[in-house]
């Protein structure tokens, strides 16, 4: 297995890197301080199974603009994302962006690699690092991914393509179609047709 490091500080990357080289035995760590370096690191094969990204690549706008490449250039590599901030609303966005889990930096070692693990070992779903506030871990929807799902369902509700409705709202077309699949089991719908449908008969 191949796992890349993305983080921009040297001391945690080179430490994070040491830890895992002891704790994964046999797995191939290879690690990046750039956007730049993470992106020339995923064209030499094979490509990496898990990504653990740094989410402030020195901002927040770099770590989430970096998630959305890597699930375009890396689509079958499990990210999994690792920051000292774990407010319910950031990780709930994570998740549709298409992170697969998300590790406080407060976590040690082992329950990193149990996550990188689980991971690797479930091709779906979304982990949560144990350390997360019980309201992150709730289940419960955050106010600012419940409007961002509304402005989705209406805009899918006037027929709008997962394209434009991402142009309009400013995240990748990846995320449009995670939004739009959450749209459908919240509703219970089967498509589209069956959402637009059911919007038209509640909501308008």
Not at 1 to 20: E, T, V
Not at 39 to 53: F, Q, W, Y
Not at 142 to 156: A, F, G
Request: net charge negative; charged share 20%.
């Amino acid at each position: 297995m191949k796992l890349l490091i993305i983080d921009d500080h040297p001391l945690p990357r080179f430490g994070l890197q040491s830890a895992l080289t002891t704790l994964l035995p046999g797995t191939e760590i290879v690690a990046a301080g750039s956007t730049e370096e993470a992106l020339a690191a995923l064209t030499h094969p094979p490509r990496p199974a898990v990504i653990l990204l740094d989410l402030r690549l020195p901002s927040l706008a770099d770590g989430v603009g970096l998630l959305r490449k890597l699930r375009v250039i890396a689509s079958t590599a499990a990210v999994l994302v690792v920051s000292a901030e774990d407010s319910p609303d950031l990780i709930g966005m994570l998740e549709a962006e298409g992170a697969r889990g998300f590790v406080s930096k407060s976590e040690g070692p082992e329950q990193l690699v149990a996550a990188i693990r689980q991971a690797v070992a479930a091709p779906a779903g979304f982990r949560q690092s144990q350390s997360v506030p019980a309201e992150a871990n709730s289940g419960a929807p955050c106010p600012r991914l419940i409007q961002r799902i509304w402005q989705v369902y209406e805009r899918v509700a006037s027929g709008k393509p997962n394209k434009l409705i991402a142009h309009e709202l400013d995240f990748s077309e990846g995320s449009g179609k995670n939004y739009v699949t959450r749209i459908l089991d919240a509703t219970a719908t089967r498509n589209r047709g069956e959402a637009i449908v059911l919007y038209a008969e509640n909501i308008e």
